[in-house]
Protein backbone atom coordinates (compact mmCIF):
# COMPACT_ATOMS: atom_id res chain seq x y z
CA UNK A 1 0.00 0.00 0.00
CA UNK A 2 1.05 3.73 -0.88
CA UNK A 3 1.08 5.96 1.85
CA UNK A 4 2.01 9.86 1.81
CA UNK A 5 3.62 11.37 4.44
CA UNK A 6 3.99 15.18 4.94
CA UNK A 7 6.82 16.19 7.31
CA UNK A 8 6.93 19.87 8.12
CA UNK A 9 9.99 22.20 9.37
CA UNK A 10 10.52 24.18 12.69
CA UNK A 11 7.49 25.84 13.15
CA UNK A 12 8.47 29.28 14.74
CA UNK A 13 5.99 31.12 16.41
CA UNK A 14 3.00 32.73 15.84
CA UNK A 15 2.93 33.36 11.90
CA UNK A 16 4.15 29.66 11.44
CA UNK A 17 1.38 28.28 13.37
CA UNK A 18 -1.33 30.78 11.27
CA UNK A 19 0.37 29.62 7.85
CA UNK A 20 -0.67 25.92 9.58
CA UNK A 21 -3.91 27.12 10.22
CA UNK A 22 -4.78 28.08 7.37
CA UNK A 23 -3.39 25.73 4.15
CA UNK A 24 -2.99 22.45 6.02
CA UNK A 25 -6.19 20.62 6.32
CA UNK A 26 -6.17 22.20 2.22
CA UNK A 27 -2.85 20.48 1.48
CA UNK A 28 -3.84 17.40 3.05
CA UNK A 29 -6.94 16.93 0.87
CA UNK A 30 -5.27 18.08 -2.34
CA UNK A 31 -2.52 15.70 -1.69
CA UNK A 32 -4.38 12.84 -0.10
CA UNK A 33 -1.88 12.82 2.63
CA UNK A 34 -1.97 10.28 5.12
CA UNK A 35 0.27 11.34 7.90
CA UNK A 36 1.59 14.93 9.07
CA UNK A 37 4.89 15.19 10.95
CA UNK A 38 5.69 18.53 12.53
CA UNK A 39 8.69 19.66 14.48
CA UNK A 40 7.24 22.13 16.78
CA UNK A 41 9.73 23.01 19.03
CA UNK A 42 9.88 26.64 18.34
CA UNK A 43 6.40 27.20 18.15
CA UNK A 44 5.55 29.09 21.10
CA UNK A 45 7.10 32.85 20.44
CA UNK A 46 10.02 31.57 18.54
CA UNK A 47 11.49 28.80 21.18
CA UNK A 48 9.71 25.87 22.73
CA UNK A 49 6.47 24.56 23.36
CA UNK A 50 3.41 24.80 25.40
CA UNK A 51 0.50 22.31 26.17
CA UNK A 52 -2.47 25.13 24.36
CA UNK A 53 -0.22 25.63 21.23
CA UNK A 54 0.34 21.72 21.09
CA UNK A 55 -3.27 21.40 21.45
CA UNK A 56 -4.02 23.50 18.45
CA UNK A 57 -1.52 21.60 16.51
CA UNK A 58 -3.56 18.68 16.44
CA UNK A 59 -6.79 20.68 15.51
CA UNK A 60 -5.16 21.86 12.52
CA UNK A 61 -4.22 18.48 11.62
CA UNK A 62 -1.20 17.41 13.11
CA UNK A 63 -0.50 13.62 13.64
CA UNK A 64 3.27 13.79 15.12
CA UNK A 65 5.05 16.34 16.43
CA UNK A 66 8.62 16.13 17.29
CA UNK A 67 11.14 18.45 19.06
CA UNK A 68 14.67 19.32 19.65
CA UNK A 69 17.35 21.21 21.48
CA UNK A 70 14.61 23.59 22.86
CA UNK A 71 12.50 20.60 23.99
CA UNK A 72 11.86 21.76 27.28
CA UNK A 73 12.40 25.47 27.05
CA UNK A 74 8.54 26.10 28.15
CA UNK A 75 8.31 23.80 31.31
CA UNK A 76 4.80 23.41 31.42
CA UNK A 77 4.88 20.96 28.59
CA UNK A 78 6.54 18.69 30.26
CA UNK A 79 3.35 16.90 31.43
CA UNK A 80 2.34 17.19 27.93
CA UNK A 81 5.59 14.30 27.16
CA UNK A 82 4.85 12.45 30.07
CA UNK A 83 1.14 12.23 28.74
CA UNK A 84 0.63 11.90 25.58
CA UNK A 85 1.32 9.20 22.97
CA UNK A 86 2.18 11.70 19.49
CA UNK A 87 4.88 14.11 20.78
CA UNK A 88 8.47 12.76 20.94
CA UNK A 89 11.70 14.64 22.12
CA UNK A 90 15.53 13.61 21.16
CA UNK A 91 15.41 9.82 22.17
CA UNK A 92 19.24 10.37 22.53
CA UNK A 93 18.93 12.40 25.50
CA UNK A 94 19.21 11.43 28.96
CA UNK A 95 17.12 8.51 29.66
CA UNK A 96 16.40 10.46 32.77
CA UNK A 97 14.90 13.10 30.81
CA UNK A 98 10.73 13.48 30.65
CA UNK A 99 8.93 12.60 27.53
CA UNK A 100 9.57 9.57 25.09
CA UNK A 101 11.60 9.82 21.98
CA UNK A 102 9.29 7.18 19.58
CA UNK A 103 5.35 7.93 18.66
CA UNK A 104 3.51 6.05 16.15
CA UNK A 105 0.87 6.93 14.72
CA UNK A 106 -2.66 4.84 13.03
CA UNK A 107 -3.22 5.99 9.71
CA UNK A 108 -6.52 5.39 8.19
CA UNK A 109 -5.45 2.98 5.54
CA UNK A 110 -4.56 0.81 8.00
CA UNK A 111 -0.33 0.62 8.20
CA UNK A 112 1.48 2.98 10.71
CA UNK A 113 3.79 5.40 10.76
CA UNK A 114 6.25 5.30 13.51
CA UNK A 115 8.74 8.46 13.84
CA UNK A 116 12.24 8.62 16.05
CA UNK A 117 13.95 11.75 16.95
CA UNK A 118 17.50 12.57 17.12
CA UNK A 119 19.57 15.35 18.20
CA UNK A 120 22.96 15.79 16.44
CA UNK A 121 26.14 16.30 18.47
CA UNK A 122 28.58 18.60 16.59
CA UNK A 123 27.70 22.21 17.01
CA UNK A 124 25.42 21.04 19.96
CA UNK A 125 24.93 20.60 23.57
CA UNK A 126 25.61 17.71 25.07
CA UNK A 127 23.67 14.65 23.99
CA UNK A 128 24.36 10.89 24.14
CA UNK A 129 25.28 9.05 20.59
CA UNK A 130 22.64 9.43 18.02
CA UNK A 131 23.79 6.42 15.98
CA UNK A 132 24.10 4.66 18.79
CA UNK A 133 20.56 5.30 19.86
CA UNK A 134 19.17 4.57 16.34
CA UNK A 135 20.49 1.21 16.35
CA UNK A 136 18.26 0.87 19.98
CA UNK A 137 15.30 2.45 19.22
CA UNK A 138 15.00 1.25 15.64
CA UNK A 139 14.62 -2.29 16.04
CA UNK A 140 11.65 -1.68 18.98
CA UNK A 141 9.83 0.56 16.63
CA UNK A 142 10.10 -1.75 13.91
CA UNK A 143 7.82 -3.77 15.71
CA UNK A 144 4.96 -1.44 16.13
CA UNK A 145 5.03 0.34 13.24
CA UNK A 146 4.96 -0.10 9.38
CA UNK A 147 7.04 2.75 8.43
CA UNK A 148 9.70 4.60 10.02
CA UNK A 149 10.73 8.20 9.93
CA UNK A 150 13.77 10.01 11.63
CA UNK A 151 13.81 13.40 12.18
CA UNK A 152 17.73 14.32 13.10
CA UNK A 153 17.55 18.03 14.47
CA UNK A 154 21.32 18.95 13.84
CA UNK A 155 23.29 21.53 13.22
CA UNK A 156 26.51 19.76 10.63
CA UNK A 157 25.14 18.76 7.44
CA UNK A 158 28.37 15.96 7.45
CA UNK A 159 26.17 14.53 10.89
CA UNK A 160 23.07 14.72 8.91
CA UNK A 161 24.13 12.11 5.45
CA UNK A 162 25.62 10.31 7.91
CA UNK A 163 23.02 9.57 9.57
CA UNK A 164 21.13 9.11 6.57
CA UNK A 165 23.56 6.32 5.24
CA UNK A 166 23.51 4.99 8.76
CA UNK A 167 19.61 4.31 8.64
CA UNK A 168 19.23 3.69 4.49
CA UNK A 169 17.35 0.20 4.70
CA UNK A 170 16.35 -0.02 8.37
CA UNK A 171 14.04 3.23 8.27
CA UNK A 172 11.84 4.82 5.39
CA UNK A 173 12.24 8.53 6.07
CA UNK A 174 14.93 10.41 7.32
CA UNK A 175 14.92 14.29 7.40
CA UNK A 176 17.01 17.22 8.97
CA UNK A 177 16.01 19.97 11.28
CA UNK A 178 17.04 23.10 13.20
CA UNK A 179 19.30 24.77 10.73
CA UNK A 180 15.90 26.50 9.17
CA UNK A 181 17.21 26.48 5.70
CA UNK A 182 15.97 24.30 3.08
CA UNK A 183 18.67 22.38 1.53
CA UNK A 184 18.00 21.24 -2.32
CA UNK A 185 19.81 17.65 -1.41
CA UNK A 186 16.40 15.31 -1.80
CA UNK A 187 16.93 11.76 -2.65
CA UNK A 188 16.28 8.24 -2.38
CA UNK A 189 19.13 6.62 -1.10
CA UNK A 190 19.92 3.05 -2.35
CA UNK A 191 18.39 0.55 -0.11
CA UNK A 192 14.84 3.02 -0.45
CA UNK A 193 15.64 5.46 2.37
CA UNK A 194 14.12 9.52 1.66
CA UNK A 195 16.59 12.07 2.77
CA UNK A 196 17.02 15.34 2.95
CA UNK A 197 19.75 17.24 5.09
CA UNK A 198 17.30 20.34 6.24
CA UNK A 199 13.45 20.83 5.30
CA UNK A 200 13.76 24.39 6.04
CA UNK A 201 11.22 26.19 8.39
CA UNK A 202 7.35 27.11 8.49
CA UNK A 203 8.06 30.71 9.63
CA UNK A 204 8.27 34.63 7.94
CA UNK A 205 11.01 34.57 5.85
CA UNK A 206 11.76 38.11 5.62
CA UNK A 207 13.81 37.30 8.39
CA UNK A 208 16.80 35.44 10.23
CA UNK A 209 15.97 31.91 10.94
CA UNK A 210 12.56 33.47 11.50
CA UNK A 211 13.66 36.15 13.97
CA UNK A 212 13.68 40.43 13.30
CA UNK A 213 16.65 40.90 11.09
CA UNK A 214 17.47 43.85 12.79
CA UNK A 215 17.69 41.95 16.06
CA UNK A 216 19.58 39.35 15.37
CA UNK A 217 22.05 42.10 13.09
CA UNK A 218 22.23 44.01 16.74
CA UNK A 219 23.24 41.04 18.39
CA UNK A 220 25.99 39.67 15.93
CA UNK A 221 27.35 43.32 15.78
CA UNK A 222 27.55 44.59 19.76
CA UNK A 223 27.73 40.83 21.04
CA UNK A 224 25.16 42.32 23.70
CA UNK A 225 21.83 40.43 24.86
CA UNK A 226 19.32 41.04 22.42
CA UNK A 227 15.51 40.63 22.23
CA UNK A 228 14.99 37.56 19.36
CA UNK A 229 11.82 39.18 18.48
CA UNK A 230 9.81 37.05 16.03
CA UNK A 231 9.17 37.77 12.14
CA UNK A 232 6.44 38.54 10.17
CA UNK A 233 7.07 39.00 6.83
CA UNK A 234 6.83 36.77 3.79
CA UNK A 235 5.08 33.34 5.89
CA UNK A 236 5.91 30.02 4.46
CA UNK A 237 5.12 26.36 5.41
CA UNK A 238 8.17 24.23 4.02
CA UNK A 239 8.48 20.39 4.22
CA UNK A 240 8.78 17.52 1.87
CA UNK A 241 6.18 15.03 0.87
CA UNK A 242 7.40 11.08 1.12
CA UNK A 243 5.48 8.45 -0.85
CA UNK A 244 5.82 5.11 0.59
CA UNK A 245 5.31 1.47 -0.18
CA UNK A 246 4.20 -0.12 3.25
CA UNK A 247 4.78 -3.57 2.05
CA UNK A 248 8.48 -3.25 1.14
CA UNK A 249 9.32 0.03 3.60
CA UNK A 250 10.96 1.76 0.37
CA UNK A 251 10.45 5.11 -0.28
CA UNK A 252 9.23 5.97 -3.50
CA UNK A 253 9.20 9.61 -4.07
CA UNK A 254 10.43 12.64 -2.49
CA UNK A 255 9.66 16.28 -2.90
CA UNK A 256 10.20 19.44 -1.52
CA UNK A 257 6.82 21.84 -0.81
CA UNK A 258 6.64 25.31 -0.40
CA UNK A 259 2.91 26.90 0.53
CA UNK A 260 3.03 30.82 1.05
CA UNK A 261 0.54 32.51 3.23
CA UNK A 262 -1.46 35.14 1.73
CA UNK A 263 -1.80 36.87 5.37
CA UNK A 264 0.78 38.33 6.82
CA UNK A 265 0.78 38.58 10.56
CA UNK A 266 1.75 41.67 12.37
CA UNK A 267 1.59 40.16 15.63
CA UNK A 268 4.82 38.52 16.74
CA UNK A 269 2.83 37.38 20.48
CA UNK A 270 -0.09 36.38 21.83
CA UNK A 271 -1.06 34.48 25.36
CA UNK A 272 -0.55 30.92 24.19
CA UNK A 273 3.07 31.29 23.45
CA UNK A 274 3.80 31.73 27.32
CA UNK A 275 5.94 34.09 28.37
CA UNK A 276 8.07 35.51 25.47
CA UNK A 277 12.10 34.84 25.10
CA UNK A 278 14.15 38.14 25.11
CA UNK A 279 17.44 36.20 24.81
CA UNK A 280 16.85 33.35 22.80
CA UNK A 281 19.01 31.67 20.98
CA UNK A 282 18.28 29.99 17.90
Known amino acids: ?11 VGRPGRRV ?12 SIDCVIVNAENAAGGSGLTPQIYEKLMRYG ?11 RKRDIIETLETANNIVRPANFSEHAAGRGTAVCQTSKGPTVGVLALIGRLFMKPADCPYAAADKWIPKLQQQADIIVVDFHAEATSEKIAMGYHLDGRASICFGTHTHVVTADET ?15 AAHDSVLGRKTQSVLKSFRTQMP ?15 LVTVDSN ?7 ERVC ?24
Open 259 to 282: VKSEVQDDTHYDADDGRPEYFSAF
Open 1 to 11: MKLNILCIGDV
Open 20 to 31: LADKLRALVNER
Open 188 to 202: ILPKGLAYITDIGMT
Open 248 to 254: TKRAEHI
Open 62 to 72: VNLITLGDHAF
Open 226 to 240: VPFEVATGDVRMNGI
